[in-house]
T-cell receptor, first 112, second 114 residues
Framework: KQEVTQIPAALSVPEGENLVLNCSFT??????LQWFRQDPGKGLTSLLL?????REQTSGRLNASLDKSSGRSTLYIAASQPGDSATYLC???????????FGAGTRLFVKA | ETGVTQSPTHLIKTRGQQVTLRCSSQ?????VSWYQQALGQGPQFIFQ???????GRGNFPPRFSGLQFPNYSSELNVNALELDDSALYLC?????????????FGSGTRLTVV
């Protein structure tokens, strides 16, 4: 049974700091992994999707890496801004199916 | 191009009642997936509809049911509401009956069961 864990559960950093969010999964037979952002009480916005054959994806100040063998992914945020404050969710999609398993998320607060 | 619209945005129901939540998919999408997100948790997959047929289901009891219409909009119905059904219900539309690639999420319906 696939389980997704995100560490830390919450994080508070000063503006301008570089930071890393962690995601681990128990079953390496994944089809892809995706990072989402969720603002309070809102839906999810896709940030980066990494296919199982890829090692990383980049978009602006965001970089996500994937290591299937160790069951880990990281989301790196460079030069954090107050507007980055949100919950960041990691989700994996297993091979042979479409069921998506989400982690509980990391709540990020960037102080001005 | 319109996004995914969910209605209502907020809802309060009494335990034992029934509720219907609605989702209009993004233009060009033919697949709708429903998720339940309890406070402080990640979303949990309820089921997916592709071309008006249920295309897969998570670990939710039969009192959670759904429909997809010819215009690819969808409904989530929950019977015999329980207090633990209180959550944010999210729908995501996509194309092709696949997984989360290309998902567009709605803003959700906040259901409170009292």
């Amino acid at each position: 049974k696939q389980e997704v864990t995100q560490i830390p559960a919450a994080l508070s950093v000063p503006e301008g700091e570089n930071l890393v969010l962690n995601c681990s999964f128990t079953d390496s037979a994944i089809y892809n992994l995706q990072w989402f952002r969720q603002d309070p009480g809102k839906g999810l916005t896709s940030l980066l999707l990494i296919q199982s054959s890829q090692r990383e994806q980049t978009s602006g100040r965001l970089n996500a890496s994937l290591d299937k063998s160790s069951g880990r992914s990281t989301l790196y945020i460079a030069a954090s801004q107050p507007g980055d404050s949100a919950t960041y969710l990691c989700a994996v999609e297993n091979t042979g199916g479409f069921k998506t398993i989400f982690g509980a998320g990391t709540r990020l607060f960037v102080k001005a | 191009e319109t996004g995914v619209t969910q209605s209502p945005t907020h809802l309060i129901k009494t335990r034992g009642q029934q509720v219907t939540l609605r989702c209009s998919s993004q233009s060009g999408h033919n697949t709708v997936s429903w998720y339940q997100q309890a406070l402080g948790q990640g979303p949990q997959f309820i089921f997916q509809y592709y071309r008006e047929e249920e295309n897969g289901r998570g670990n939710f009891p039969p009192r959670f049911s759904g429909l997809q219409f010819p215009n690819y909009s969808s409904e989530l119905n929950v019977n015999a509401l329980e207090l633990d059904d209180s959550a944010l219900y999210l729908c995501a539309s996509s194309f092709g009956g696949q997984g989360m690639r290309g998902y567009t999420f709605g803003s959700g319906t906040r259901l409170t069961v009292v």
